[in-house]
């Protein structure tokens, strides 16, 4: 159980261009789900929370309007990175809270943007 | 503000070994604590969690943590090393009381050899 996807795996676009990046909890529902960002032999930095039925919140120093979050279901958020940039390109992980006791995040297997 | 520092970017250790990558928090409040595992291009797998109770917690693949609140530690073990162990680590911490984010320390790149 507990199982979060990401689709796609990855992703190589043009340089402007928008991609979405698609975040399901598989067996639960998930009243939260995160997006983390990850460089090259770093550590996850924490971009957004997403809750939904409402406005994400983002961490400080992320560009909301560059990186829009919506979670329009309890088995479903996206994050869709605009008029993307190659300093943009990086490894997206999201994970999902079951909602129990701790609220344990589960993590999907993560998605590699690289713009060119 | 709650940070998690990890001793060490890069363990080495012979197939066999003792395994032992350092963990340290400062947290406001007694948090949870929790250890990741991350193979290249994939997400994070839950190795093992401390929420409350025992404090030595046993996890996935043999591997175990003790929480120690007098030394705000957190260092994961495991008796012997196996090559299949070779892969990032990630400790982290959440505050308990309210709040759901998690802070990841920098990783702890174990490299297993014969």
């Known amino acids: 159980g507990a199982v979060v996807s990401q689709h796609p795996s990855r992703v190589i676009c043009k340089s402007g261009t928008s991609v979405k990046i698609e975040c399901r909890s598989l067996d639960f529902q998930a009243t939260t789900m995160f997006w983390y960002r990850q460089f090259p032999k770093q550590s996850l930095m924490l971009m957004a929370t997403s809750n939904e039925g409402s406005k994400a919140t983002y961490e400080q120093g992320v560009e909301k309007d560059k990186f829009l979050i919506n979670h329009a279901s309890l088995t479903l958020s996206t994050l869709t990175v605009t008029s993307a940039h190659p300093e943009d390109s990086s490894f997206y992980i999201c994970?999902?809270?079951?909602?129990?006791?701790?609220?344990?995040?589960?993590f999907g297997p993560g998605t590699r943007l690289t713009v060119l | 503000a709650q940070s998690v520092t990890q001793l060490g970017s890069h363990v080495s250790v012979s197939e066999g070994a003792l395994v032992l990558l350092r963990c340290n928090y400062s947290?406001?409040?007694?948090?949870?604590l929790f250890w990741y595992v991350q193979y290249p291009n994939q997400g994070l797998q839950l190795l093992l969690k401390?929420?409350?109770?025992?404090?030595l917690v046993k996890g996935i693949n043999g591997f175990e943590a003790e929480f120690k609140k007098s030394e705000t530690s957190f260092h994961l073990t495991k008796p012997s090393a196996h090559m299949s162990d070779a892969a990032e680590y990630f400790c982290a911490v959440r505050e308990t009381g309210g709040g759901n984010k998690l802070t990841f320390g920098t990783g702890t790149q174990l490299k297993v050899e014969l």
């Open positions: 947290s406001s409040v007694p948090p949870y």
């Open positions: 994970s999902a809270e079951t909602g129990v006791s701790y609220n344990e995040q589960f």
């Open positions: 401390y929420t409350t109770g025992a404090t």
